[in-house]
């Protein structure tokens, strides 16, 4: 885990108000796994006070990005900071996705901001697998497709691709994935997450979810991020120390 300095190299608009920060960080460049998130200092005063965190979204060379959709001053503050303005970041943390295996099918389950980690997911596994993204939203402005491969897209209200949730596309697809050599990789709010934990245990499918919680520290220190674990009632991980990725079956979700 490193501090470091780092430079904005440049802010993009990709979508309805989600945004790609590209920052010139070789230390994290080198050493970030996918899955992996940043906690970044906002501000130098006192407010806002915590960092923010951010899955790391892609590494290109000594540069990563991350996607930002901006929700309160935190992120207004980031997505407003010009090339050559410094960010002080916190990272890598956490675990990431455990990509190794040989698994032929990586399916990749989004909903809503949950795409932010996958860019670089895909990056990784675009030459040994077989990619197959399913990408949902409440609506048309929610489905968030950057930088993925092979996309099915849902919508709550029908306006895009498939007129259900994404678990519900997922399942109707289901019969294309031999258990024994697909692998799924989920992120997004914890309802999605916990009826995709759902669909795997029914269909025996080994699935990974990058889970989310209000965070302060980022490094286990503040116990301010528990997620309960399903090997012991009442015993409690950390999402950012031994998360923010868990199998599903190793938490509640
Ligand atoms: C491991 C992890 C990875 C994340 N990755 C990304 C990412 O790649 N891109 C991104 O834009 N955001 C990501 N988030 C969420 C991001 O950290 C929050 O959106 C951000 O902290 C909001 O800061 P703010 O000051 O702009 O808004 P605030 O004023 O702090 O909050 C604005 C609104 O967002 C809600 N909010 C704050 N934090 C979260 C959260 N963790 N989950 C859901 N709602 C929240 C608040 O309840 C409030 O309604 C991630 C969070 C975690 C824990
Ligand atoms: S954020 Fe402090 S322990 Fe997880």
New binding site residues.
Partial sequence: MLIVNSPVVETIQVHENIFIQKIHSPEIARTVKPGQ?LNIR?SENYF?LLR????I?DVEDENIF???????????IIVHKHPGEMLDILGPL?NGFNLQGDYKNAIIVAGG?GS??FPFVTKKLRNDKNIFSFVGGRTKNDVITYGLDNVLTSTDDGALGFNGTVIQLLENNIYKFDSTTSKVFGCGPTPMLRALKEICIKYKLDCEV??????ACGFGICQG?PIESTAQKDKYLL??KDG?VFNVKDVVL
């Fill in positions: 998130f906002v806002p923010r965190p951010f899955s979204c991350i996607m930002l959709n901006v929700t309160g001053e935190g992120t207004k956490g901001l932010a980690p990058s889970t989310e919680s209000a965070m991020c999402i950012c923010p």
